[in-house]
């Protein structure tokens, strides 16, 4: 059964740092690229990060550009992402999800695993 847990979301003030793991299970996972995503109440769900697993290609949003970053390790099936200097505005639920590979980065509806997601909620 295909699963992604995330797990390591929490509150932090502002200027901290958090770091999201993503432990993904019952597929193969070299098949396919890994993203974070991040939605709030009122917007449209929107890409943080993703990786290639096999190439390990990276892309970022403009907004986390230098302050997150996304890694895997293929062994344990996990993907990472490290977020530093958090500010209020990247209060979101996060959310890991899984592409089948193929053109990079992968479309938005290329995403067709995803997770429960994490709450991260910066606030002083």
């Known amino acids: 059964q295909m699963q992604l847990l995330e797990f390591w979301g929490g509150s932090v003030q502002p200027g901290g740092s958090l770091s999201l793991s993503c432990v993904a299970t019952g597929f193969p996972y070299s098949d396919y690229h890994m993203g974070w995503f991040r939605h709030t109440p009122g917007k449209d769900r929107e890409v943080v990060a993703t990786?290639?697993?096999?190439?390990?290609?990276?892309y970022y949003a403009d907004s986390v550009v230098g302050r997150f970053t996304v890694s895997q390790d293929s062994a344990k099936r996990t993907v990472y992402l490290q977020m530093n200097s958090l500010q209020p505005e990247d209060t979101a639920m996060y959310y890991c999800?899984?592409?089948?590979?193929?053109?990079?980065?992968?479309?938005?509806?290329?995403?067709?695993?995803w997770g429960q997601g994490t709450q991260v909620t910066v606030s002083s």
């Open positions: 999800a899984a592409a089948r590979r193929g053109i990079w980065p992968p479309r938005r509806y290329e995403y067709n695993y």
């Open positions: 990786i290639a697993t096999v190439f390990r290609w990276t």
